[in-house]
C-alpha cells in the first residue's frame, strides 16, 4: 500500500518540485531556517495530492498505454474512490500548511499551481499535442511561492528570472518523453507530435527547446539570481555543453539515445538549482 501510495503521488517529481521552492526561499531569504519546513512540507504535500488526482483523472487512459498500466489504479491495486481520496486529503492538508508556515499569498499560488495543472493541463493534453506550453507555466510557479515564503516579493527581477527558466525547461523535457513514448500516447488517445511530425522534425524541434532552456539558464545571472565568480563562468559553460551534448537531435542520421539526454537535461536543472542555493547562501 506504501509503495503504491508513493507511486501515486509521483514523489520523484513531486521532490523535484519542492527542491525548486527550496531554492526559490533561498534566493529570498540568503539562508536556511526552521521557517522553511512547513511552507517546504505544505507544498510537498500539496503536489503529491495534485500528482494523485491527475492518476484518477487519466488512469482509465493509463490503462491503455504500457509505461502507465501498472500505476495502482489502471493495475487495480487502487480503487480510484481510494485515490480520490486521498488526493483530496493530502490537497487539503498541503494548503493548510502552505498557509500557516506562509501566508494566504503562498497558499493561493499553490492552488493556483494545482488548478492549472488538474483543471488546464490535463484536460488540454487531450485536445492538443501542443498542451505543454501553456502547461510549462506549472513548473513556473514553485520558485515563485518558495520565494514569496522566504520574504521575496513577486516584483522582484531575480524570480522572474529563475521562474522563466524553469518554465522553458519543461517543454523540451516533455518532448523527449514523446520522442520515447509518443506512439503510447497516440494509442492512448492523446493528441501526440508523432501524430504530426516526423522524428527527425521533432528531434529538430527538441533541439531548439533544448537550447533554449541552456540560454534561459542564463537569465539567473542577468536578473541577479547569481553573482558570484563560480557561476559567471560556470553557468555559460555548462549551458553550452548542455547544447554540444545533445546537439545529435539535431543533425540529420545521429543515432540518438533520448534517455540519456532525457537524464542530462534534468541534471541540468538540479545543477541551476544546486547554484541558486550555493550562491545565496
Known amino acids: 500500500m506504501i509503495k503504491d501510495i508513493i507511486q501515486l503521488t509521483k514523489v520523484k517529481i513531486t521532490v523535484a518540485v519542492t527542491l525548486s521552492m527550496v531554492a526559490g526561499w533561498v534566493l529570498a ?43 495502482p489504479i489502471p493495475s487495480g491495486r487502487m480503487s ?29 499560488l499553490g492552488l493556483i499551481t494545482m488548478i492549472w495543472y488538474n483543471g488546464i493541463y490535463t484536460k488540454l493534453k487531450r485536445k492538443t499535442a501542443f498542451a505543454v506550453i501553456p502547461g510549462s507555466i506549472i513548473g513556473a510557479l514553485p520558485p515563485a511561492i518558495g520565494y514569496v515564503a522566504g520574504g521575496g516579493a513577486l516584483t522582484d527581477p531575480a524570480i522572474w528570472g529563475v521562474a522563466f527558466f524553469f518554465f522553458v525547461w519543461q517543454i523540451p523535457h516533455f518532448w523527449l518523453l514523446i520522442l520515447m513514448h509518443g506512439k503510447q500516447y497516440e494509442n492512448a488517445g492523446f493528441p501526440s507530435l508523432t501524430a504530426k511530425y516526423s522524428t527527425e522534425q521533432i528531434e ?12 534561459s539558464s542564463l537569465l539567473i545571472l542577468f536578473f541577479g ?54 550562491d545565496n547562501l
Open 204 to 215: 529538430k524541434i527538441t533541439y531548439v527547446w533544448v537550447v533554449s532552456a541552456a540560454v
Open 80 to 108: 480510484a474512490k481510494m485515490a480520490a481520496v486521498i488526493s483530496v486529503s493530502l490537497i487539503v492538508i498541503g494548503s493548510f500548511l502552505l498557509y500557516w508556515g506562509g501566508g494566504l499569498l503562498e497558499m493561493e
Open 225 to 278: 539570481a547569481a553573482d558570484s565568480i563560480f557561476s559567471l563562468y560556470f553557468l555559460p559553460l555548462w549551458a553550452l555543453l548542455l547544447t554540444i551534448i545533445s546537439a545529435k537531435l539535431f543533425i540529420t542520421g545521429s543515432k540518438v539515445k533520448y534517455f540519456a539526454i532525457f537524464m542530462q537535461i534534468n541534471v541540468f536543472l538540479l545543477g541551476i538549482m544546486a547554484v541558486i542555493v550555493f
Open 29 to 71: 531569504a540568503n539562508s536556511f531556517s526552521v521557517d522553511l519546513i512547513l511552507p517546504t512540507l505544505g507544498l510537498f504535500i500539496l503536489a503529491s495530492g495534485s500528482a494523485a488526482l491527475n492518476q484518477f483523472q487519466e488512469h482509465e487512459l493509463d490503462a491503455l498505454m504500457e509505461r502507465t498500466k501498472n500505476r
